[in-house]
């Protein structure tokens, strides 16, 4: 009777032994950030469900193909997505989906970022541009980047948020462009804080008296009567989807007045009038006889500023149909080379456009789901 005691404690110090041994060879889980291929789930355990696994699966295949694309040679000089803001966008979208950008990519686009200012920057105006009608998206986009990826967005001593307080020029005149004014918004949220003093383009220096209030009353400002947001060309209002969805995404996860809110919802409202049954937002055709068609891109910018607004994506809806995120999904690439990423239509190749669209779109539905904020606040 008194041996149980001593072999009970060997028993138990085999045990140990044992789980402290498959403790030490235990692989080392960090993360590699030279490795392209992400992982399939961060956190399982924040999910006990496992609802999301389809879509998590096919956001991962993603991700790997736009981790491959930034590698190859359609990013080098002379390529078709050189000095585009596709590849600000690209770099943006891996940076946010909430796996770690490799260092590879890091530095290559940083050091592409330099090149790009000292070529084409304008230091009396902190513009670096190599388009002059659309000077402040270049700005725009390597300045959310470049803060996706934790970097102050300051490259070659131009400060990119700074032109940004030109958002009042606009498309018909003194009308201040709701278009221009999303992004201006969405870049000072995201850089934390609004500059002292701005420059227009002319070079004069001027002190800022806007604020975050000011600019979240303006947007209300200029959301139309029957709802939504759009274009105004010699007095006339033209609702425009896009536009629409981009100024809920833009806003909804920092303004929280009654008003935004009521506005958001308006907005999303007309949008939902324009679903077919497959789940797609229908646009007039950009020819005649300018008839709606099935749009991927305003489709999937729509189920991101769903997202954001945190409405739900199963009652967004045609009556009978299919719900956006399906319509997104059917778009993605199956096979081949360009696998996991977007087109624009059925049977068409990767689209730059529509990638950048549908990626926002299925991070926003999985960060949503987690409950884990929209795509601008996943950081």
């Not at 770099?91 to 970022?113: G, M, N, T």
């Not at 549908?358 to 991070?363: K, N, T, V």
Request: charged share 20%.
């Amino acid at each position: 009777m008194k041996t149980y005691p001593k072999l009970l404690l060997v028993l138990v110090s085999i045990v140990l032994l044992f789980a402290l041994t498959a403790v030490g060879c235990a692989p080392d889980t960090a993360p590699d950030d030279t490795d392209q291929t992400p992982p399939t789930d961060n956190n399982p355990s924040d999910r006990p469900d496992q609802t999301l696994s389809p879509l998590r699966t096919q956001e991962t295949e993603s991700v790997t193909a736009l981790i491959a694309l930034l590698r190859s040679d359609r990013f080098d000089q002379g390529g078709d997505l050189y000095y585009s803001t596709v590849y600000d966008n690209y770099v943006e979208i891996v940076a946010r989906s909430c796996v770690a950008l490799p260092a590879d990519i890091k530095s290559d686009y940083l050091a592409r970022c330099s090149a790009l200012a000292l070529q084409y920057g304008d230091p009396a105006t902190d513009v670096i541009c190599t388009d002059d009608a659309y000077p402040t998206y270049y700005n725009l986009h390597m300045a959310n980047a470049m803060q996706a990826m934790g970097q102050t967005p300051v490259v070659e001593g131009f400060g990119l948020l700074h032109p940004y307080y030109s958002y009042r020029t606009a498309t018909g005149g003194d009308y201040p462009s709701i278009y221009t004014l999303n992004p201006a918004y969405l870049a000072l949220r995201l850089g934390g804080e609004i500059p002292a003093v701005y420059r227009t383009k002319d070079g004069t220096e001027h002190q800022s008296d806007n604020t975050f209030a000011k600019m979240e009353a303006l947007v209300v400002d200029l959301a139309f009567e029957n709802g939504g947001w759009g274009y105004v060309a010699g007095g006339v209002e033209t609702f425009d989807v896009d536009t629409t969805a981009m100024t809920v995404y833009s806003f909804a996860s920092y303004c929280q007045s009654e008003a935004f809110k009521a506005a958001a919802k308006a907005g999303l409202d007309r949008i939902k009038e324009k679903l077919n049954a497959d789940g797609a937002v229908c646009v007039d055709s950009w020819a005649p006889p300018y008839q709606p068609l099935p749009n991927f891109s305003s489709t999937a910018t729509t189920l991101t500023a769903l997202c954001a607004a945190g409405q739900s994506v199963a009652d967004f809806v045609a009556v009978g149909g299919k719900q956006t995120i399906d319509f997104v999904l059917s778009m993605r690439i199956t096979d081949g080379t360009e696998k996991g990423l977007f087109a624009a239509g059925a049977g068409l190749n990767a689209d730059s456009f529509s990638t950048t669209d549908g990626m926002r779109a299925l991070i926003s539905c999985r960060l949503a789901a987690e409950g884990k904020g929209s795509f601008y606040r996943a950081l």
